[in-house]
C-alpha cells in the first residue's frame, strides 16, 4: 500500500460483541469517512474481553466476519456453479434489505483486510477478484462459473456457424423475477444477424451478460466500497491471482515451507523428541485439520502467498514458534498475537495428538497478550 496509508495519528476502535460481530462492524465502520478508513489505524476489542490488539485481534476479526459476511445463508453471495467452496455475488442478494449497502460495506471490508495485511476466510471465483480490478473477463475466466455455457460459447468459436445458426440474433433470453424476457445485447441488437464474421463480438457481449447478470448493481456498490480504502491505482499493483492469494491466502498447505519457518523456544529444536511427534501429527492430520491448527495459533487459516515466510505477528513480520511450556497434563495453548504455540513436553505421541486435537477443536477463543 501506498506510504501514509494507516498510519495514523487517528485510530478507527471498533468494539464488537462476538454474538452480533457482523451488525457490530457494520455500524461502526459504514459511517466512517473515506479518509478515516485509508489513514487510521485499525483496532478491534471484543466486549467482556480483556486483551490489548497487537494485531491477532485484528485478524481474528477478519476471520470471523467474513465466515458470516461471504457465507450463501446470508444470501449476499452464493457458491459457484461447480463448487461448495468459491462464492460469487447472488443475484438474489437483490431481495437482501438495503442490499447495495452491504455490498458497499463487503467492498470496505475487503479494502481493509488487503490494508492491514490480514486475511479473509473465504475463497472468490476468478471472475470476482477481476471485478475488484475493474479488469474484462473473457470467455475463459466463465469455465469456473458456468460450465455449459463456457462449453456452448467455445463450440461457436471453435466451429463455423454457417447454415446452423441462421436464426440467431444479438438478444439473449433472460429470466427477471420470474418472466421470461428478451435483451438486446447491443442497441437494435433483435435485427442483427450473428454470423460467421461477427460470432466474436457476439461471444463478447454474451460473456460480459453472463458475468454481469443480475449482479451489475451490487457490483458497483462492492467496487465503490472497496475503492473508498484503497485508491483504485494502487489496486493496479495487482493482477487477479495476486489480488486472491493477497486477500485469502493459499488453501493448500505446504509442509515443507511450514517446519523450514518454524522457530523453537526453551530447548525445543528441530531434533527434539516432542518436535518430531508435532511435525508427525501435522503429517498425519488432513489439510482441513491442518488449517484448523494454524488458525489455532495465528487467529487465521490464511497463508500470505509469499508463505510461511511472510506470516505477521503483532509488531510486523513473525514466523511461526513452539515454545516449550507447562507440564504433560495441560493442552496446548496459543498466543495469536505471536503466532505461538506453547506445547508441553508429552509423555508419548498419542498422548501429543490427543491433546492438541482437543486444543484445535474446542480451544474455543484466541490466546491474547
Not at 471465483?125 to 480490478?133: A, I, N, V
Not at 511450514?258 to 492430520?285: D, I
Request: glycine share 8%; hydrophobic share 35%.
Amino acid at each position: 500500500a501506498s506510504a501514509g496509508y494507516a498510519k495514523g495519528p487517528g485510530k478507527i476502535e471498533l468494539e464488537l460483541r462476538r454474538s452480533h460481530v457482523l451488525e457490530d462492524a457494520y455500524s461502526g465502520l459504514i459511517s466512517r469517512s473515506s479518509k478515516q478508513l485509508k489513514r487510521n489505524k485499525f483496532l478491534v476489542k471484543f466486549a467482556g474481553e480483556e486483551g490489548l490488539d497487537y494485531g491477532g485481534l485484528s485478524r481474528e476479526f477478519f476471520f470471523l466476519i467474513s465466515r458470516q459476511l461471504f457465507n450463501p445463508y446470508y444470501g449476499l453471495f452464493e457458491y459457484s456453479a461447480n463448487d461448495c467452496y468459491t462464492v460469487q455475488v447472488s443475484p438474489m442478494s437483490a431481495f437482501v434489505d438495503h442490499a447495495n449497502e452491504w455490498f458497499r460495506f463487503s467492498g470496505r471490508i475487503l479494502g481493509l483486510c488487503i490494508l492491514h495485511q490480514c486475511l479473509l476466510d473465504a475463497f472468490f471465483t476468478r471472475p470476482f477478484y477481476k471485478t475488484l480490478l475493474q479488469e474484462h473477463c473473457t470467455l475463459s475466466d466463465l469455465e469456473s462459473l458456468d460450465e455449459q455455457f463456457h462449453s456452448s460459447m467455445t463450440w461457436m468459436m471453435e466451429n463455423d456457424i454457417t447454415g446452423v445458426m441462421d436464426d440467431l440474433t444479438f438478444t439473449v433470453d433472460e429470466e427477471v423475477f420470474g418472466q421470461l424476457t428478451t435483451r438486446e445485447l447491443k442497441p437494435g441488437g433483435d435485427a442483427v444477424q450473428v454470423t460467421e464474421k461477427t460470432k466474436k463480438e457476439y461471444v463478447d457481449l454474451m460473456t460480459q451478460w453472463r458475468i454481469d447478470r443480475g449482479v451489475s448493481e451490487q457490483r458497483k456498490a462492492l467496487v465503490k466500497g472497496l475503492h473508498e480504502v484503497i485508491h483504485p491505482s494502487d489496486l493496479k499493483l495487482f493482477d487477479a491471482q495476486e489480488l486472491e492469494l493477497v486477500i485469502s491466502g493459499t488453501a493448500e498447505i505446504d509442509i515443507k515451507d511450514w517446519r523450514s519457518n518454524t522457530e523453537y523456544r526453551s530447548g525445543y529444536h528441530n531434533g527434539h523428541r516432542t518436535v518430531k511427534w508435532f511435525w508427525a501429527a501435522v503429517e498425519k492430520f488432513d489439510n482441513e485439520r491442518r488449517l484448523r491448527l494454524l488458525q489455532f495459533v495465528t487467529g487465521t487459516s490464511g497463508i500470505p502467498y509469499e508463505g510461511f515466510a511472510a506470516l505477521r505477528g503483532s509488531s510486523g513480520p513473525r514466523k511461526f514458534c513452539i515454545d516449550r511450556w507447562g507440564s504433560p497434563n495441560d493442552l496446548p495453548r496459543a498466543h495469536t498475537c505471536f503466532n505461538r504455540l506453547d506445547l508441553p513436553s508429552y509423555r508419548s505421541f498419542d498422548q501429543l495428538v490427543e491433546k492438541l486435537t482437543i486444543a484445535i477443536e474446542f480451544g474455543g477463543g484466541f490466546g491474547m497478550e
